[in-house]
C-alpha cells in the first residue's frame, strides 16, 4: 500500500489515540508529552500536526507548534514495521515546512526516546548544548488568568460534586451526559461521543439547579462563571447587547469555563411574554451560545424555573445539547440530605424517617433551612435556660413546622408534565 502525508484531519483522531496507545511503552515517570496534552494541542494557535495515511489508517503522526521564530518539534510517531525511517524522514519534512510556513527559522525537538534521538540526528538535528528539559504541571490557581477575576469568576471547591447528597437522578443523568465527556474526552473521541458545549437545567425553584451547575465546574476543575440578565438590565437598551457580546469576548479568552446563566427566561422568554431586557439581547445571546463549540474547554450552563416558557427556538438541538431536568427530591433523596445535616448538628438519636415523613414538599434549600433553624433552637435553649443537650428530634420537627415549603403538589405535577414534554438526554 502507498502511505501518504497530508494535514491532520478531525476525523484523524481516533485513528491518532489508536497509533499513540500502540507505539507508547509504559513510562516510569510521567510523560514529557502525553496523550491527553497531544489532543489539547491540536486546536491551539500555531500548532501543527501531520499524519502518514495508509489506506485510510494512521500509521504515523508528526506534531509541532510554532511560537514566533522559534518552532517546537513535539513528537514524530510511526506504527511498528511500516518503513519507520522513511516515513519519519518524511513527517519531519512535512512537519518542517508547515513550521516555516508560519515563520519558524530555528527548530527545537523534544526528545522522548533513543529512536527519536536517531531519527532527529539522522535528519541534521544536533544536541544543543548545556540544555536540561523540566517539567511541572501548572496549578489551576496559576492557569487562571486575571480575567477570571474581571469577571467575578472563581474556583469552586474540588470537593463539591462529591459532597452533593440526595438528587441521586439528575447527578447520575449530569455526570455520565456532561462530566464524563468533558473529564475523559480521549475516550469519548474513541466512541465519535461529542464533548457537550451547552445545555440547560430545568426544574421547580430551589431544587439545585445552581448547586449542580457549580458542581459541574468542581468536578472538570474549570473556572465558574456566572452571567446575571439582571445586572444587563441596569445598563440601558442600547449598551446590553453590547456589554453581552464584551463579557463573552472575555470569558473565550480564559483558559476553561463553566459560565452560568441563571433565570435564563429572563434572556430568552416566548415572544409574546415580557422580557427583562431589550430583544436585541436575545438575539445577541442566540448569537453567542455556537460559539461555544468552536471554543474547546467552555461549557455553557443554563437554569431556568419555567422552561415552558422559553421561545422554542432557544431550545432546539443545535443550541443546546441537553435538556437536563433536576427535580424535587423524593424521599431517599430527602433522607440522604436530612442525615447529612442531622449528623453535622447533633450526635443525639433522630429519627431520619420521621423528618423525611414532615417535610414532603421540601427541596434541598428548605432542608437545610429548616436543619439550622433547629440548630439555632438548641443553641437558644442552651444559653437560656441552661440545658446542655444538642438538637432533638422534637427541635428538627418544630423547625420543619415553621418552614413554608417551597413545592407544591401543583408544582411538583408541572415538573412532571415540564419534563415529558421538554427533557433531553
Known amino acids: 500500500m502507498t502511505v501518504f502525508v497530508r494535514p491532520y484531519r478531525d476525523r484523524d483522531l481516533p485513528g ?10 509504559a513510562p516510569r515517570e510521567p510523560e514529557l508529552l502525553s496523550v491527553d496534552d497531544a489532543v489539547d494541542l491540536l486546536d491551539a494557535d500555531g500548532a501543527v500536526c501531520v499524519v502518514a495515511d495508509e489506506d485510510d489508517d494512521v500509521v504515523g503522526v508528526g506534531l509541532g507548534v510554532a511560537a514566533g521564530a522559534v518552532a ?25 515546512a508547515r513550521l516555516a510556513e508560519m515563520g519558524a527559522r530555528k527548530l527545537i ?6 529512536d527519536m534521538a536517531a531519527g532527529l540526528e539522522a ?9 536540561l528539559c523540566m517539567q511541572r504541571i501548572v496549578p489551576a490557581n496559576l492557569a487562571t488568568p486575571s480575567a477570571l477575576a474581571e469577571l467575578g469568576g472563581r474556583m469552586v471547591d474540588p470537593g463539591l460534586w462529591d459532597s452533593l447528597k440526595g438528587l441521586k437522578d439528575a447527578k447520575e443523568i449530569i ?14 473521541a474513541r ?3 461529542s464533548s457537550p458545549s451547552a445545555i440547560v437545567l430545568f426544574g421547580p425553584p430551589g431544587t439545585g439547579k445552581t448547586t449542580f451547575a457549580k458542581g459541574v465546574a468542581s468536578r472538570v476543575e474549570w473556572p465558574f462563571v456566572e452571567i446575571h440578565p439582571s445586572q444587563l438590565v441596569a445598563e440601558g437598551a442600547e449598551r446590553q447587547a453590547e456589554l453581552l457580546a464584551q463579557t463573552f469576548d472575555r470569558i473565550f479568552d480564559l483558559p476553561s469555563a463553566v459560565v452560568f446563566v441563571d433565570e435564563v427566561e429572563d434572556l430568552a422568554a416566548k415572544r409574546d411574554e415580557e422580557r427583562r431586557v431589550n430583544v436585541s439581547v436575545t438575539n445577541e445571546f442566540l448569537k453567542q451560545i455556537p460559539r461555544f463549540r468552536d471554543v474547546p474547554h467552555h461549557l455553557l450552563t443554563c437554569a431556568t424555573n ?48 420521621a423528618l423525611v415523613g414532615a417535610s414532603e414538599f421540601f427541596t434541598p434549600a428548605d432542608i437545610e433551612f429548616a436543619a439550622r433553624k433547629a440548630a439555632q433552637r438548641a443553641f437558644e435553649r442552651e444559653h437560656f435556660a441552661g440545658a446542655g443537650r444538642r438538637a432533638l428530634l ?32
Do not use: C, M
Open 394 to 425: 422534637e427541635d428538627f420537627l418544630e423547625a420543619i413546622s415553621k418552614t413554608r415549603p417551597t413545592l407544591s403538589a401543583e408544582l411538583v405535577d408541572a415538573f412532571k408534565a415540564d419534563t415529558e414534554q421538554f427533557a433531553r438526554y
Open 16 to 25: 491518532l489515540l489508536q497509533l499513540w496507545g500502540l507505539v507508547a511503552e
Open 109 to 114: 525537538a523534544l526528545v522522548v526516546d533513543e
Open 191 to 193: 466512541h465519535a461521543v
Open 306 to 353: 419555567w422552561i415552558s416558557r422559553l421561545d422554542p427556538a432557544f431550545l432546539r438541538p443545535g443550541r443546546f445539547d441537553y435538556l437536563l431536568p433536576v427535580g424535587p427530591p423524593d424521599a431517599d433523596a430527602r433522607a440522604a440530605i436530612w442525615r447529612r445535616y442531622v449528623e453535622e448538628i447533633t450526635e443525639e438519636d433522630v429519627d431520619i424517617n
Open 175 to 188: 455526570e455520565r451526559r456532561v462530566i464524563l465527556p468533558l473529564a475523559e474526552p480521549q475516550l469519548a
Open 123 to 131: 535528519h541534521g538535528y544536533v544536541p544543543a548544548r548545556h540544555s
Open 72 to 96: 517546537w518539534v513535539l513528537r514524530v510517531i510511526v506504527a511498528p514495521g511500516v518503513a519507520e525511517g522513511e516515513i519519519s524522514r518524511r513527517l519531519l519534512d512535512e512537519l518542517e
